[in-house]
């Protein structure tokens, strides 16, 4: 996967000799110039598709599922002049090897805000010689604001995780096909939304929420942003099993009451406490999580909390004891098979409205002597709140709200 162009810029692809277009080539049926690569880029599905100056050519660049490729774009010669066409070649580059993306601008003194943009440069890790990586960059050039916004958004969700488990949820399949087709024609679901909350302070919205094992696997895997998605999340989940603690905490919830009038409860007022229906429970958690939605994706086929629906008012509350590391290791296992993924003596289940998670010890999990693996700010927990990293370091409070948003799905 040569890259002949911007040797200084992108030479991380060296893997091939820097070729020049031959000045004169036989004009070749484009039938004939298919290649197996060509082949499998057809059948991708096409994201976005736009055109960008990539090194001094302007290129006509597509961006699909799996890589992002582009060709030159070539001016039409004269009739009868075709012997002097420049056979192009196709190149690209794998999601997978790019880490980050920027906006690229260019500053002066006289500005004060946001400099002049000139495009998008793309931060790509890739492999050398005996495993070694080799970080590279690629510019894409385009002075339009709007063009840029729209590309560099797509990128920012394709490195931002490996699954939207909303829109999973909502359609059941990740396709945007799909989801387009409900927008077309008119469905509409009613969703639950949660607040999550620290000592009367709004902290933000959101779906779920894992706390413990969840969070340290997350806050892990934002420390190695420069590896690709799934790389990163594998090395995150093999560190925390390799580190795996229980967090002391005293969990508090409010039971789902099914009596109660989800259709009329939609607002965001506090309701009154019922302290005689609260319970709690306290201990060693490894893992701790609480679902408003089923959570469906790839290695959850069935969802996280497969019992939970869309917009029923209440959340799932998963709770894992502190247990050994094979018998965590089983439990998580479970979720991408069809076997029950809570059938085991350290699991607990509850259908609930609120949870108050507070944890008991202070010092949140960090050690001065483990600094390789601190997966948190001093005295803050990590969250993984729908994939964000949210640390707190005291009491997080849960409140599910019904049916607050309606959705295409």
Same mark, same amino acid.
């Given at each position: 996967?040569p +890259?002949?162009?911007?040797?200084n810029?992108?030479?991380?692809?060296?893997?091939?000799?820097?070729?020049?277009? !031959?000045?004169e080539?036989?004009?070749?049926?484009?039938?004939?110039?298919?290649?197996?690569?060509?082949?499998e880029?057809?059948?991708e599905r096409i994201?976005?598709r736009g055109i960008?100056?990539i090194?001094?050519?302007?290129?006509?660049?597509v961006?699909?599922?799996?890589?992002?490729? +582009?060709r030159?774009?070539? #001016?039409?010669? #004269?009739?009868?002049d075709?012997?002097?066409?420049? %056979?192009?070649?196709?190149?690209?580059?794998?999601?997978?090897?790019i880490?980050s993306? $920027?906006?690229?601008?260019? +500053?002066?003194?006289?500005?004060?805000r946001?400099? =002049? %943009?000139?495009?998008?440069?793309?931060?790509i890790? %890739?492999k050398?010689?005996?495993?070694?990586?080799?970080?590279?960059?690629l510019d894409?050039?385009?002075?339009?604001?709007?063009?840029?916004?729209i590309?560099?958004?797509q990128f920012?969700?394709?490195l931002?995780?490996?699954?939207?488990?909303?829109?999973?949820?909502?359609?059941?399949?990740?396709?945007?096909i799909t989801?387009?087709?409900h927008?077309?024609?008119?469905? @509409?679901?009613?969703?639950?939304?949660?607040?999550?909350? =620290?000592?009367?302070?709004?902290?933000?919205f959101?779906?779920?929420?894992?706390?413990?094992?969840?969070?340290r696997?997350?806050?892990?895997a934002e420390?190695?942003r420069?590896m690709?998605?799934?790389?990163?999340?594998?090395?995150? @989940?093999?560190?925390?099993?390799?580190?795996l603690?229980?967090?002391?905490?005293?969990?508090s919830?409010?039971?789902?009451?099914?009596?109660?009038?989800?259709?009329?409860?939609?607002s965001?007022?506090l #309701?009154?406490?019922?302290?005689?229906? +609260?319970?709690?429970?306290?201990?060693?958690? %490894?893992? @701790?999580?609480?679902?408003?939605? !089923?959570?469906?994706c790839?290695?959850a #086929?069935r969802?996280?909390?497969p019992?939970?629906?869309?917009?029923?008012g209440?959340?799932?509350?998963?709770?894992?004891?502190? =247990?050994?590391?094979?018998?965590?290791?089983?439990?998580? $296992?479970r979720?991408a098979?069809?076997?029950?993924q809570f059938?085991? !003596?350290f699991?607990?289940?509850?259908?609930v409205?609120e949870?108050?998670?507070?944890?008991?010890?202070?010092?949140?999990?960090?050690? !001065?002597?483990e600094e390789?693996?601190?997966?948190?700010?001093e005295n803050?927990?990590?969250?993984?709140?729908?994939?964000?990293?949210?640390?707190?370091?005291?009491?997080?409070?849960?409140r599910?709200?019904?049916?607050?948003?309606s959705?295409?799905?």
């Amino acid at each position: 996967m040569p +890259w002949r162009r911007r040797r200084n810029r992108v030479s991380a692809l060296e893997g091939g000799r820097e070729e020049e277009a !031959p000045p004169e080539a036989a004009a070749v049926p484009s039938a004939l110039l298919t290649s197996p690569q060509q082949t499998e880029a057809a059948a991708e599905r096409i994201l976005l598709r736009g055109i960008f100056e990539i090194g001094r050519d302007s290129c006509d660049v597509v961006l699909s599922e799996r890589a992002l490729r +582009w060709r030159p774009i070539q #001016p039409q010669r #004269p009739a009868g002049d075709s012997k002097y066409d420049l %056979l192009c070649k196709e190149e690209f580059i794998e999601l997978k090897d790019i880490f980050s993306v $920027k906006l690229k601008r260019r +500053w002066s003194v006289k500005q004060q805000r946001s400099g =002049t %943009l000139l495009g998008i440069t793309l931060f790509i890790c %890739l492999k050398k010689e005996q495993n070694k990586l080799k970080n590279s960059t690629l510019d894409l050039i385009n002075l339009s604001e709007d063009h840029c916004d729209i590309w560099f958004r797509q990128f920012k969700k394709i490195l931002a995780g490996s699954t939207n488990v909303l829109a999973h949820s909502l359609h059941g399949v990740p396709h945007v096909i799909t989801a387009t087709l409900h927008i077309i024609m008119g469905h @509409v679901q009613l969703v639950d939304v949660c607040t999550f909350s =620290t000592a009367g302070k709004l902290l933000r919205f959101g779906f779920s929420a894992m706390f413990g094992f969840g969070g340290r696997t997350l806050a892990l895997a934002e420390k190695y942003r420069w590896m690709a998605p799934n790389q990163r999340r594998d090395f995150a @989940v093999v560190k925390a099993l390799a580190k795996l603690r229980a967090e002391d905490c005293e969990i508090s919830f409010l039971p789902f009451n099914s009596s109660d009038d989800v259709e009329n409860n939609q607002s965001l007022s506090l #309701p009154l406490d019922c302290n005689d229906q +609260w319970q709690m429970i306290q201990g060693q958690f %490894l893992n @701790v999580s609480i679902m408003a939605i !089923p959570c469906l994706c790839s290695v959850a #086929p069935r969802g996280l909390a497969p019992n939970t629906r869309l917009n029923n008012g209440s959340m799932a509350l998963i709770i894992a004891r502190n =247990t050994s590391r094979p018998e965590f290791i089983k439990h998580l $296992k479970r979720y991408a098979s069809v076997k029950n993924q809570f059938n085991f !003596p350290f699991v607990e289940t509850y259908t609930v409205e609120e949870v108050k998670v507070h944890p008991r010890n202070i010092t949140g999990g960090y050690n !001065p002597e483990e600094e390789e693996d601190e997966t948190a700010s001093e005295n803050c927990f990590p969250w993984n709140v729908d994939g964000d990293l949210m640390e707190v370091a005291s009491e997080v409070h849960i409140r599910l709200h019904p049916r607050l948003i309606s959705l295409y799905g």
